[in-house]
């Protein structure tokens, strides 16, 4: 199966505009991920009763909104589609203080997405988090790297320490770490993730 594509065209029955925000967002976060993982979008979308016509579409009126010369920035498009967040925080990251938003994704209960707004509004990260209180996974071997499985964050603290590397878009990380093969020697990684949930290995 091919990949969705940025610009396919929505035809086809189903392309409906009316989704619900939050359902709407988690196809924009799927869009991204079908690159790397088509297969495990299928499956995501037949759990969500939706089309990848309605993929399309929602990621469609995402990018309108997002580069349009009159787009609101900072978190205003988030609010808009996700609605009042689920928590708020002032948090500390060196010398930057900034507000951190989360909402839940019910694709993936255990997670949150979450936003980090600077001071003045902008947004200076928005990806997918480990929910307060949820266990993330027990990461040991490289076997353990399976796709959606760990955010970035989780990996980072597993193998450190790990090395932030340019993602190839703007919703992707990549990070360059050591970790135990399936023999116990240690080996380079280079691990790639999209929205901040882990999709690949890159060789």
């Given at each position: ?81 996700l ?10 990251i ?28 902008g947004?200076w ?28 964050d ?50």
């Amino acid at each position: 199966m091919n990949p969705t594509r940025d610009h396919d065209s929505p035809g086809g029955s189903g392309a409906s505009a009316d989704l619900p925000g939050p359902l709407a967002f988690q196809l924009v976060l799927l869009r991204r991920m079908a690159d790397h993982q088509p297969g495990l979008v299928e499956d995501a979308l037949r759990q969500l009763g939706v089309t990848r016509a309605q993929l399309r579409e929602a990621n469609r009126r995402w990018q309108a909104r997002m580069h349009s010369p009159r787009a609101r920035a900072g978190v205003q498009p988030y609010r808009a589609l996700l609605g009042a967040p689920e928590a708020a925080a002032t948090r500390r990251i060196g010398d930057l203080t900034c507000e951190a938003l989360s909402w839940p994704v019910p694709l993936w209960p255990d997670l949150r997405f979450e936003v980090l707004s600077a001071p003045g509004g902008g947004v200076w990260n928005a990806w997918l988090v480990r929910a307060p209180g949820a266990s993330g996974p027990e990461l040991r071997t490289t076997a353990d790297l399976t796709p959606w499985s760990c955010t970035v964050d989780e990996v980072a603290r597993a193998f450190a320490p790990a090395r932030p590397m340019e993602g190839s878009a703007p919703t992707r990380w990549r990070l360059s770490c050591t970790a135990p093969g399936p023999t116990g020697e240690r080996e380079p990684v280079i691990a790639e993730f999209t929205w901040g949930l882990y999709q690949r290995r890159v060789e």
